[in-house]
Every structure is written in structure tokens, then in C-alpha cells.
């Protein structure tokens, strides 16, 4: 059984390689979504296992994969999965301590929002896992999260589904104290933090969190 934070490559952009390498730890395994593997390799890490119909894999990167022992899992390519779910129903099964996404964002509005949709899943409800790619992160608030950062970074906290209740920040410039976040409003966008970590905690429903960090050279 796994202990150990696993971090799955997903075939989105990946804004900055270096911002993602920094939250890599030594302790880490790593897994790849398919088309995910492109990011891997060019961040010099061997998978350990990559999963999807892996229709994705030129050649090349097939011969690097075999030299370092990776295992590949292949699914038809006629699934109702897309490559992601597959990893991550494959990592949920070795009971990790957290899951990073690593490149789930952007590129495909759809694939995006499918991607920010497997958070969901209430097998993940008691492990700490996130979207994130250095630049931006985005996970569920089940009841209290916290986030991490550095002042004037813009968080924005969104209602997943249904109206969530109770919902009070700390350490965000406008404070929310108790109260309720509606799916068709746009009250908890763009909020900032006041330093270097922010809690929110909620009393009920699911809060989409996006914290996208102010000190990225992208930002103007």
C-alpha cells in the first residue's frame, strides 16, 4: 500500500516547467494520463506507470519509457473514460496520502472542466487532492482547506453544483463570515490573499477553489 503523494502528469498546458518542478518532492510517485508522458519526459522524470489508450506516445518517448522499466496499462481506445479517470481510479486503488494533478488545466475548455469534475468524486473527500501546474491550482473545499501563497495572490471560491452555506474566510482581503455562495452569482471571484496562507471553511455543499499565484511573469 502507498503512502507516498502521487503526482499524475494529464495532457494539459503545462505555463512555466520550473514553477511545476518546484513542487515536486523526492519522495513523490509518478504516474502519466497518456499524452501526459510529453510533460514528464520533458521535465526529465521516468513515469512509474502510464495508463489511457496511449495513442498519444510517439515512438520516441515509447523507447525512453521501456529503457527506464515504466509500466504501461493500455485501455481501448473505444472507453467511456477519458485517460485522466483511468489514473486516477488506478492511484485511488493504492490509497495514497495526496494526489497532485500535474497539467490538468487548460487547452480544452471541455477536457478542463471534466478534469475539474473528477475532484469530486467522494472517494477523494479525505485525501488532499488538487489541479495544479505551479502557476495556477484548483480543488474542493469538502469542509476547512487551506491555502498557500504569498500576498496579492487572487483566489476565487465558487459554488460547485448548489449553494454552499457557512462559508467564512480567513486571510483574504474581503472576508465572507457565515455566508452563502450561489452557483449563478459571481460574488467569490477575485479575492486576494493578505499573506502567506488563507483558510476557508464551509458548512455545507462543495466549494470549487482557484488559486492562481500573483507572482507568475505571465501576470501583468
Known amino acids: ?10 495532457n494539459g498546458v503545462l505555463p512555466d516547467p520550473e514553477k511545476l518542478r518546484a513542487l515536486l518532492g523526492p519522495h513523490d510517485i509518478f504516474f502519466c494520463a497518456n ?19 496511449l495513442d498519444s506516445l510517439a ?3 515509447r523507447a525512453k519509457l521501456s529503457s527506464a522499466h515504466t509500466r504501461l496499462i493500455q485501455h481501448s481506445h473505444d472507453k467511456d473514460e477519458t485517460d485522466l479517470e483511468l489514473a486516477l481510479v488506478h492511484t485511488l486503488s493504492l490509497k495514497p496520502s495526496a494526489i497532485l494533478i ?17 475532484l469530486a468524486d467522494t472517494r477523494l ?16 473545499c469538502w469542509e476547512s482547506s487551506e491555502i498557500t ?15 454552499v452555506t457557512g462559508v467564512r474566510t480567513h486571510g483574504l482581503r474581503w472576508p465572507l463570515d457565515g455566508e452563502s ?10 479575492n486576494e490573499m493578505l499573506a502567506a496562507s ?3 471553511s464551509i458548512q455545507e455543499g462543495l466549494l470549487l477553489v482557484i488559486h492562481r499565484r500573483r507572482s507568475w511573469a505571465g501576470d501583468g
Open 125 to 140: 473527500r479525505q485525501i488532499d487532492c488538487r489541479l495544479d501546474d505551479g502557476v495556477e491550482e484548483a480543488f474542493f
Open 1 to 10: 500500500m502507498s503512502t507516498s503523494r502521487v503526482v499524475i502528469f494529464a
Open 35 to 53: 499524452g501526459g508522458t510529453r510533460h514528464a519526459l520533458a521535465l526529465g522524470i521516468a513515469p512509474a506507470v502510464v495508463i489511457g489508450d
Open 198 to 200: 488563507a483558510t476557508v
Open 181 to 190: 455562495l450561489y452557483p449563478e452569482r459571481t460574488r467569490g471571484i477575485s
Open 59 to 61: 515512438d520516441a518517448d
Open 149 to 163: 501563497g504569498t500576498s496579492g495572490d487572487l483566489v476565487s471560491l465558487l459554488p460547485w453544483g448548489k449553494e
Open 102 to 118: 500535474a497539467c490538468g488545466l487548460g487547452r480544452r475548455l471541455d477536457q478542463t472542466l471534466g478534469n475539474i469534475a473528477l
